[in-house]
T-cell receptor, first 114, second 111 residues
């Protein structure tokens, strides 16, 4: 069984540009989560999808971030326009159950905004 | 908001030694997750604990959750270089999978 995959693995963009990150969850997992780790800080929750619906987006930092999960399969996280403080590692995770489900993480996308 | 404190922040041991990593929450947990991360890689799921007093083991790693569900420990027996990495505890305080993470414990195992 394939694990959670993320693309790209690295992205370097200039301030003001747009970047789109993609996450493919484990097949059959309705729950999809985005997290990020900025330099020197803990991993922080961004949002949670159940199928194509946003269950919780309380962790999204501002309206420059837009997450979608059309069709309830893969998800994208767009940052537009990117700022320096957006640099960090963006992780995606998926789980089968909403309550008490084991979350499996992808390898992450390292975003550098210069 | 829920906070998690991990201790120690880093740990250096000789191969074959036992070690323990602790994770303490400021609030009662719905679930407690342990992950391992190697540099530049994703988080590898180790174990999830939900019941007070629960204990789980996998190979040489044992995790426990206290009765009050506010503190967990991860114990490695007879450590090996392959155990080296960053160990992270993640807490679910809401039951809906919104995890809060500790800052991580960096484990180095010298052969």
């Amino acid at each position: 069984e394939a694990g959670v995959t993320q693309f790209p693995s690295h992205s370097v963009i200039e301030k003001g540009q747009t970047v789109t990150l993609r996450c493919d969850p484990i097949s059959g997992h309705d729950n999809l989560y985005w997290y990020r780790r900025v330099m020197g800080k803990e991993i922080k929750f961004l949002l949670h999808f159940v199928k194509e619906s946003k269950q919780d987006e309380s962790g999204m930092p501002n309206n420059r971030f837009l997450a979608e999960r059309t069709g309830g399969t893969y998800s994208t996280l767009k940052v537009q326009p990117a700022e320096l403080e957006d640099s960090g590692v963006y992780f995606c995770a998926s789980s089968y159950r909403t309550q008490g489900g084991e979350q499996y993480f992808g390898p992450g996308t390292r975003l550098t905004v210069t | 908001s829920q906070e998690l404190e991990q201790s120690p922040q880093s740990l250096i041991v000789q191969e074959g030694k036992n070690l323990t990593i602790n994770c303490t929450s400021s609030k009662t947990l719905y679930g407690l997750y342990w992950y391992k991360q190697k540099y530049g890689e994703g988080l590898i799921f180790l174990m999830m604990l939900q019941k007070g007093g629960e204990e789980k083991s996998h190979e040489k790693i044992t995790a426990k959750l206290d009765e009050k569900k506010q503190q967990s420990s991860l114990h490695i027996t007879a450590s090996q270089p392959s155990h080296a990495g960053i160990y992270l505890c993640g807490a679910d305080g809401t039951s809906y999978g919104k995890l809060t993470f500790g800052q991580g414990t960096i484990l180095t195992v010298h052969p």
